[in-house]
């Protein structure tokens, strides 16, 4: 990620109250209750609505980090949570629940960016604004935040084309692009393409992974293993972090050893770099992302103008939402070389959370201490 001139500081998780939120899915969905207050929506209520939780970022970061904002913000105000698990019918119930309780503004991250656009378009004919964060769904949003996505992909196809080094111009690559439901995916497939069509032999083998799917992602890599042979395959980008551990796993498993890079800085992402195991990730930082979007939320909740917060504007990806208020933040390649300078630094991990006892020796010869 670093970028941004913003520095990562991760705020004092919010503790979860373990309070009910009525039809909000099903039992072992992942959905949580109000963090930080009980009863119905009102006036001073958001809903934070997240997809999965197969991404570390979501539970461990983005959503601890915007309760966090939004009690700084407005002390009394409340936020009422819920994970999708990955379900996009839980998360039509968990919407609906929201509006059913008078929440007047939500917080959503869609799982499937298409589905949303009848429930968003129905919250806006009762007054309930609806920002869209990291994914843009469909529908009358009322402001979107994320990051310059397709720019995403084209920094992850050239810092593949830079692990390939001299060889890149003689290199097969296979693609593991995200899931089809995510709005982000296709933009980062773009990216990708548009470095990697140009600068690498050519594309060998590619495949859409639905949910982001790790276990799926190792058995497409197996795949294109069995059916491209061991020796043609030189380099192999994953759309995220989850994938490309699945990916090494099956290259491993042949004793393929070839550059993967991946994204979303996860942590195992961070270890698997350092160990060599793994290229690159991409660092996309969260907390300003977070941030803003409490900020908005909090403005909309009083009623004030966003303005001065959403400099840009999108369409949606339909074309028939035009002029979205938008902020977007770019990101920055990691590598073992500037781990400690990007994320140790920001302060998203400690060291010692990344060098654990197997990664120890690794961690010392990157100079990280």
């Not at 089809?180 to 690498?200: E, I």
Request: glycine residues 10%; positive net charge.
């Amino acid at each position: 990620m670093n970028l941004w001139t913003r520095r990562v500081v991760i705020g004092t998780a919010a503790v979860s109250m373990a309070l009910s939120v009525a039809a909000c899915g099903k039992a072992g969905d992942g959905g949580k209750a109000a963090d930080g207050g009980g009863g119905g929506g009102d006036s001073k209520t958001i809903g934070l609505l997240l997809p999965e939780n197969k991404t570390t970022r979501y539970e461990t970061f983005d959503r601890p980090l915007m309760t966090a904002k939004i009690r700084e913000l407005c002390g009394d105000c409340k936020v009422m949570y819920n994970n999708a698990a990955q379900d996009t019918e839980n998360q039509k119930k968990q919407f609906d629940a929201l509006i059913t309780q008078g929440v007047k503004v939500i917080i959503l991250d869609p799982v499937d960016y298409k589905a949303t656009k009848s429930w968003v378009n129905q919250a806006a004919k009762k007054g309930v604004k609806v920002v869209a964060y990291d994914r843009l769904a469909e529908g009358q949003i009322s402001a979107y935040v994320s990051y310059d996505n397709e720019k995403i992909g084209r920094l992850q196809g050239e810092a593949l084309v830079k692990a390939l080094g001299d060889k890149a111009k003689e290199s097969d690559v296979v693609m593991i692009n995200g899931s089809p439901t995510d709005p982000n995916a296709p933009f980062f497939k773009k990216g990708a393409h548009s470095v990697l069509d140009k600068q690498v032999k050519k594309i060998s083998y590619e495949q859409d992974i639905p949910d982001w799917s790790s276990d799926e992602a190792n058995k497409k890599m197996s795949a294109a293993i069995d059916s491209l042979g061991k020796s043609a395959i030189q380099g192999v980008y994953s759309a995220n972090d989850g994938m490309a551990g699945g990916i090494i796993t099956a290259l491993k498993n042949q004793g393929v050893k070839v550059p993967v890079g991946g994204q979303d800085s996860e942590l195992a992402g961070l270890q698997r770099i350092l160990k060599g195991d793994q290229a690159f990730t991409i660092y996309k930082q969260i907390k300003p992302q977070a941030d803003i979007t409490a900020e908005i939320a909090v403005k909309l909740l009083k009623g004030e103008k966003t303005d001065s917060l959403t400099p840009t504007k999108v369409d949606s990806l339909s074309g028939e939402v035009k002029g979205i208020p938008a902020k977007l933040y770019d990101a920055q390649i990691v590598t073992k070389d500037n781990i400690e300078d990007t994320l140790v630094k920001d302060k998203v991990y400690k060291v010692s959370d990344i060098c654990t006892p197997d990664v120890k020796a690794a961690c010392e010869a990157a100079g990280i201490k």
